[in-house]
T-cell receptor, first 114, second 114 residues
Framework: AQKITQTQPGMFVQEKEAVTLDCTYD???????LFWYKQPSSGEMIFLIY??????QNATEGRYSLNFQKARKSANLVISASQLGDSAMYFC???????????FGSGTRLQVQP | NAGVTQTPKFQVLKTGQSMTLQCAQD?????MYWYRQDPGMGLRLIYY???????DKGEVPNGYNVSRLNKREFSLRLESAAPSQTSVYFC?????????????FGPGTRLTVL
């Protein structure tokens, strides 16, 4: 069965510093996609970054990068140069060929301090 | 281009009442989804529609029904609301069912059942 584990319920980071949000996953499929979403206090779900299981390079999108370690089944989100606006819940999610929709982790609440 | 829209934004029901949550997307996506988000948890799939004319159960379908009215619209119905259905409901859509297909989310409906 699919499972996404986010072990950090809450994280603090100083403004302008980098932060890593952990995500491990479990699947028996060879083909799968990993996604990170941001949920600010306003409630909407904002797509940040995607990594495919066959992608050889780590995905990057602006200040977001995904540290993908396939053998360890981890897909950590790295946010560089944190900003106050980065304070939000962050969800890791996965989809494989056996499932028609995303499986989400329980999320990490990030608070950026000035 | 509004993306994914949901109505209503907020709703309070009494136990036993019924209601329909509406969702529409203008991105010409084939697949649509309904999720619920409970406090401290990630999103869980209620129902999905892989393409127009098809619907399938997700993880937590009990107490809900859906209708894929056309390619744009996917509604979620609570026939007899229960306090356990108090949650935030998100509709999402994607181009298709591939593992790499990003899902776009609506703003959510906050439902309280008294």
């Amino acid at each position: 069965a699919q499972k996404i584990t986010q072990t950090q319920p809450g994280m603090f980071v100083q403004e302008k510093e980098a932060v890593t949000l952990d995500c491990t996953y479990d699947t028996s499929d060879q083909s799968y996609g990993l996604f990170w979403y941001k949920q600010p206090s306003s409630g909407e779900m904002i797509f940040l970054i995607y990594q495919g299981s066959y992608d050889e390079q780590n995905a990057t999108e602006g200040r977001y990068s995904l540290n993908f370690q396939k053998a360890r089944k981890s897909a950590n989100l790295v946010i560089s140069a944190s900003q106050l606006g980065d304070s939000a819940m962050y969800f890791c999610a996965m989809r494989d060929t056996g499932r028609r929709a995303l499986t989400f982790g329980s999320g990490t609440r990030l608070q950026v301090q000035p | 281009n509004a993306g994914v829209t949901q109505t209503p934004k907020f709703q309070v029901l009494k136990t036993g009442q019924s209601m329909t949550l509406q969702c529409a997307q203008d991105m010409n996506h084939n697949s649509m989804y309904w999720y619920r988000q409970d406090p401290g948890m990630g999103l869980r799939l209620i129902y999905y529609s892989a393409s127009e004319g098809t619907t399938d159960k997700g993880e937590v379908p009990n107490g809900y029904n859906v209708s894929r009215l056309n390619k744009r619209e996917f509604s979620l119905r609570l026939e007899s609301a229960a306090p356990s259905q108090t949650s935030v409901y998100f509709c999402a859509s994607s181009v298709g069912q591939g593992v790499y297909n990003e899902q776009f989310f609506g703003p959510g409906t906050r439902l309280t059942v008294l």
